[in-house]
């Protein structure tokens, strides 16, 4: 059945993908952006470009006005080489922390019958080899401590159905992160991993993000973690990434791990296991380690 979805964070990495797949299902999309370089962007893709400013909740209401859902991807990631700078995150503690709850409060009063809120998959306590699901341990700190309280806001401030979407980290071709950690191991030789060679990493290959917002729309409400299905080690990253840019090992890019960065050097072995049964989304790619390799490949191609 055609829905009307309205996305905040629709110019992003993730929410052109979800744009896209949610066309193609046959739904009526409306994505909101700050700039008319986002309209175009999204006019292009077929979606409705709505301008409007996300801590306004009045205008978030008036844009949200007819949706029967609404998908919230905003995020606001620092470059790669400003991850642990002062103030490299303020904005997208701001998204997370303030506009989450507006958003959920102007999709209650936008009458919307359901409302997808976007996560991280590394709000988990470190698990060394254990499977995580998403009754585990969460332990939220600096970066992540923030995507819990976006979590909070879409649940609580919002009486339809929320689903919270745990994305692993994101690994494409046009991720500005998976750029910068594609040319540190070709021109340095370093690694994007951080902390011990067997720790597990949720991944996630970009395209199937796109999907799993797809398939966020007819599961139940709840959590989810989507991830890659069979979670690679530091090592198997680092190894599959070296061979991609033809080199035989990496090294680490950093000694220590800043107090910022402390979650994503966890061990988190994630299963996703959760939306599979719910609505029998599966990653096609398993980023973590083929996804270096396609991506060499296609700028090779190019
Ligand atoms: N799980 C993960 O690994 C993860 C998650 C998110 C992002 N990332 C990475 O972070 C990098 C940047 O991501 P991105 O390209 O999606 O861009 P981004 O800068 O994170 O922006 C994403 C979306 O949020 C909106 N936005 C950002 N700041 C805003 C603000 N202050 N007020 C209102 N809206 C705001 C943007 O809308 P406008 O159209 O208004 O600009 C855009 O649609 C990429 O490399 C990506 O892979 C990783």
């Known amino acids: ?63 949200f006005a007819g949706a029967d859902a609404v998908v ?25 922390r303030e506009a989450s709850a507006v958003v959920a409060r102007a999709a209650q009063e936008a009458g919307a019958e359901r409302l997808v809120q976007e996560s991280l998959a590394f709000v988990y306590a470190d698990g060394g080899d254990a499977w995580l699901d998403e009754d585990a341990r969460v332990d939220g700190r600096s970066t992540t401590s923030t995507a819990l309280i976006a979590e909070a806001n879409a649940t609580e401030r919002f009486a339809g159905d929320t689903v919270v979407l745990r994305f692993g980290y994101f690994i494409g071709p ?46 139940p409400a709840g959590v989810y973690n989507v991830a890659d299905e069979d979670p690679p080690t530091r090592a198997e990253i680092d190894a599959a990434l070296a061979a991609a840019v033809g080199r035989d090992a990496l090294r680490p890019a950093m000694d220590d791990v800043p107090a910022v960065l402390e979650p994503v050097a966890r061990s988190q072995r994630i299963t996703s296991r959760r939306l599979h049964e719910a609505t029998a989304w599966a990653p096609r790619v398993r980023g973590g380690t083929d996804g270096w390799r396609l991506i060499v490949e296609e700028r090779r191609a190019a």
Do not use: C
């Not at 009526?28 to 801590?55: H, K, N, Q």
């Not at 606001?76 to 904005?91: L, S, T, V, Y």
């Not at 500005?176 to 011990?196: F, H, I, K, M, W």
């Open 174 to 219: 046009d991720s500005a992160l998976t750029q910068a950690d594609v040319e540190n191991a070709r021109r340095a030789g370093t690694s994007p991993s951080l902390g011990r060679r067997d720790a597990y990493r949720p991944t996630l290959w970009l395209d199937d993000a796109g999907t799993a917002v797809v398939a966020a729309l007819r599961a």
């Open 72 to 96: 919230n991807l905003l995020t606001h990631i620092p470059p790669a080489d400003r991850m642990g700078a002062p103030g490299a995150w303020d904005e997208n503690d701001r998204l997370r």
């Open 1 to 63: 059945m055609t829905k009307h979805i309205v996305i905040t964070g629709a110019t992003g990495v993730v929410g052109r993908r979800a744009v896209g797949e949610l066309l193609a299902a046959g739904h009526r999309v409306a994505g909101v952006t700050r700039s008319a370089r986002g309209a175009r962007l999204l006019e292009g893709l077929g979606a409705r470009a709505v301008e409007a400013d996300v801590f306004d909740a009045a205008a978030l209401a008036g844009a």
